[in-house]
Antibody, heavy 121, light 108 residues
């Protein structure tokens, strides 16, 4: 069974660093890109970025470029999303999702359960 | 960047048919995917490639796409269908996904 299992909720202060994880199982880790999606409380879905676990090539949304870093660990089948300096505006639930691709199309067929990140002084 | 427009809310009585629209410039020339998100849960893919259903999604859910509007249709609506629904496509020019703003389906 395909599963994406994310790390637990976090409460941090502004300026602190944080890394959240997305562990995958039930398929070959390097065969599918992983996407991160942000959802601010009460709002819609926003694309953060994609990472190819086979070589850790990452593409970021311009809105998040330079503020977050994605990485992948083939030895543990985990993908990570990291902040070096959190802001209150980072408060949101972050989802990882498996990206299905054809030549010109992509959609997300499996999602993690979400990680709630709360940033407050 | 490509913009997808959804109505904020749709209401329907149990047993009736709900139609949730997703508007975009010439969206019919692209493939649209739909996600259902119930309160406190992660999104779930319910339609991909405009009208294909993943395994486990009931036949009551169907999709269509033509011109400037893609539509998710839910027949014989049940209380359990109450959720937020998001459309999505892949913008090949910018090489990233685009999500609609979401539609809250209320079952009266």
């Amino acid at each position: 069974e395909v599963q994406l299992v994310q790390s637990g909720a976090e409460v941090k202060k502004p300026g602190e660093s944080l890394r959240i994880s997305c562990g995958v199982s039930g398929y070959s880790f390097t065969n599918y890109w992983i996407t991160w999606v942000r959802q601010v409380p009460g709002k819609g879905l926003e694309w953060v970025g994609n990472i190819d676990p086979s070589d850790s090539y990452a593409k970021y949304s311009p809105s998040f470029q330079g503020h977050v870093t994605m990485s992948a660990d083939k030895s543990t089948s985990n993908v990570y999303l990291r902040w070096s300096s959190l802001r209150a505006s980072d408060t949101a639930t972050y989802y990882c999702a498996r990206r299905r691709m054809t030549t010109e199309l992509s959609w997300f067929d499996r999602w993690g359960q979400g990680t709630l990140v709360t940033v407050s002084s | 960047s490509y913009v997808l427009t959804q109505p904020p809310s749709v209401s329907v009585a149990p047993g009736k048919t709900a139609k949730i629209t997703c508007g975009g410039n010439n969206i019919g020339s692209q493939s649209v995917h739909w996600y259902q998100q119930k309160p406190g849960q992660a999104p779930v893919l319910v339609i991909y490639y405009d009208s294909d259903r993943p395994s486990g999604i009931p036949e009551r859910m169907s999709g269509s796409n033509s011109g400037n509007t893609a539509t998710l249709t839910i027949s014989r609506v049940e209380a359990g269908d109450e959720a937020d629904y998001y459309c999505q496509l892949w913008d090949n020019r910018s090489d990233h996904p685009v999500f609609g703003g979401g539609t809250k389906l209320t079952v009266l």
